[in-house]
C-alpha cells in the first residue's frame, strides 16, 4: 500500500492556564513554548511543529480565551478565536481538576462557532483527579460541543499525550511537509528568547507585576570563538514601583531573573550565554494597541 504522508494545523485553545503550552512541549519532546501558574502566560500565536515519518502537526498556541479587562486581554482573546479559524482541527482543553464552568462554557460556544472540520476534546491534568472525577468531567464535556473524539492525558506526566498525537492523525488530511525536518517553532529566535526571560519573571512575581511586563531581545551575536551568544534585552513595566520591584534591593532580584533565564537559554540555544537586561518603563501600555502589537502580543509580528 502506498504511504500517505498527513499534515496539517491544530489549534488549542482553552481557559488560561488550562495546560495547552504545557501538552505541545510535551508533544515537541522539549520546551519550546512557555508555561506558569500565572493566567495569561501565553501572549504570542505561535505554532510548534511536528515531524514524524507519517505525518506533520502544526500546532497553533493560542492565548487563553477569557472575559478581557483591558486592550491587552481584548487582543490576545482575538487572537485565540482567529487562530481557529481556516485550520483543520480544533482541539479544546479542559483542566480535569476544575469544575467545568462558566469559563469553559464560553470557550466552547466560539469552538462551536467556527467551521473547522474537526473539534477534538482534550482532559487535560489527569494526573490531578481520580478516575471516577474524570468520568464525570467526560460527561460534562461532551454536552459542551459535538466532539469527534476525546482523549484524557496529562501532559506533565506524559502519560496518553500519544493518545493526542494519535487523534489528531485520525482527523488531519493528507498533505505536504510544510516545514522542515529541523524546525520545531515558526517564531525567530529572538522572541523565543524574550519569552524565556518573561517566563522567568512570570514565575518569580505575582499580583500585578506578571501582567505588566513586556520583553524585547534587542540584540544577539553569536561569537563563534567562544561558543556563546550575547544577548541584550529589556524588559518593560507599566510603573516605576514595578521598576523597583524587577530590580530588587541591590539588583538582587533581576540578578536571579537572569542567572534562571541563562540556565534555559544555553539549553536552547546549546551553547554559552551572556545576557544582558535592561528595565525601562513605558506607562500603561496595555492600554495601548499599537504598543501591544510593538512587543508583538496578540496579532502581532
Ligand atoms: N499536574 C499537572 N499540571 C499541569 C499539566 N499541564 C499543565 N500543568 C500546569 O498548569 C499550569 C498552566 O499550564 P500552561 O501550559 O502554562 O497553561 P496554558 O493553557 O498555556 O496557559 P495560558 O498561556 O495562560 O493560557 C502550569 O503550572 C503547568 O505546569 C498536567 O497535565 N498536570
Known amino acids: 500500500m502506498a504511504h500517505t504522508f498527513k499534515s496539517g494545523f491544530v489549534t488549542l485553545v482553552g481557559r488560561p492556564n488550562a ?18 501558574n500565572t ?10 511543529i511536528v515531524t514524524r515519518d507519517d505525518m506533520q502537526i502544526i500546532m497553533v498556541d493560542t492565548p487563553g480565551l477569557h472575559k478581557p479587562h483591558d486592550a491587552l ?14 485550520v483543520d482541527v480544533v482541539a ?27 473539534k477534538i476534546l482534550i482532559l487535560t491534568k489527569a494526573d490531578l483527579v481520580e478516575p471516577k472525577v474524570i468520568e464525570e468531567q467526560m460527561k460534562a464535556a461532551k454536552r459542551l460541543a ?6 484524557v492525558l496529562s501532559a506533565k506526566t506524559g502519560k496518553n499525550v500519544s ?21 520545531d517553532t515558526d517564531q525567530p529566535l529572538e522572541v523565543i528568547v524574550a519569552e524565556f526571560i518573561r517566563e522567568k519573571i512570570l514565575r518569580s512575581f ?9 520583553v524585547v531581545t534587542e540584540d544577539m551575536q553569536y561569537e563563534r570563538k567562544k561558543d556563546l551568544y550575547k544577548i541584550y534585552a529589556t524588559i518593560y513595566v507599566e510603573r516605576d514601583s514595578q521598576k523597583g520591584i524587577i530590580i530588587g534591593k541591590g539588583g538582587q532580584a533581576i540578578k536571579q531573573i537572569g542567572i534562571e533565564a541563562r540556565k ?5 540555544l546549546g551553547c554559552g550565554v551572556y545576557l544582558d537586561l535592561n528595565v525601562k518603563i513605558k506607562k500603561n501600555w496595555r492600554r495601548d494597541l499599537n504598543q501591544i502589537r510593538r512587543f508583538g502580543y496578540g496579532e502581532g509580528i
Not at 28 to 35: E, F, L, M, N, W
Open 19 to 36: 495546560g495547552k503550552s504545557t501538552l505541545i512541549n510535551a508533544v515537541v519532546g522539549h520546551k519550546v513554548a512557555i508555561t506558569s
Open 39 to 48: 493566567a495569561q502566560t501565553t501572549r504570542h500565536r505561535f505554532s510548534a
Open 73 to 86: 486581554g481584548q487582543e490576545l482573546n482575538t487572537s485565540a478565536i482567529k487562530a481557529m479559524e481556516d
Open 92 to 118: 479544546m482543553l479542559i483542566d480535569c481538576s476544575k469544575p467545568i464552568g462558566r469559563g469553559d462554557e464560553w470557550v466552547a460556544a466560539q469552538v462551536n462557532e467556527v467551521h473547522a472540520p474537526h
Open 146 to 151: 459535538r466532539w469527534d473524539e476525546i482523549v
Open 163 to 183: 493518545g493526542f498525537e494519535e487523534a489528531v492523525a485520525t482527523w488531519l488530511p493528507e498533505g505536504p511537509k510544510w516545514f522542515p525536518d529541523d524546525m
Open 206 to 214: 505575582r499580583d500585578e507585576v506578571p501582567h505588566s511586563i513586556g
Open 264 to 268: 534555559d537559554l544555553e539549553q536552547l
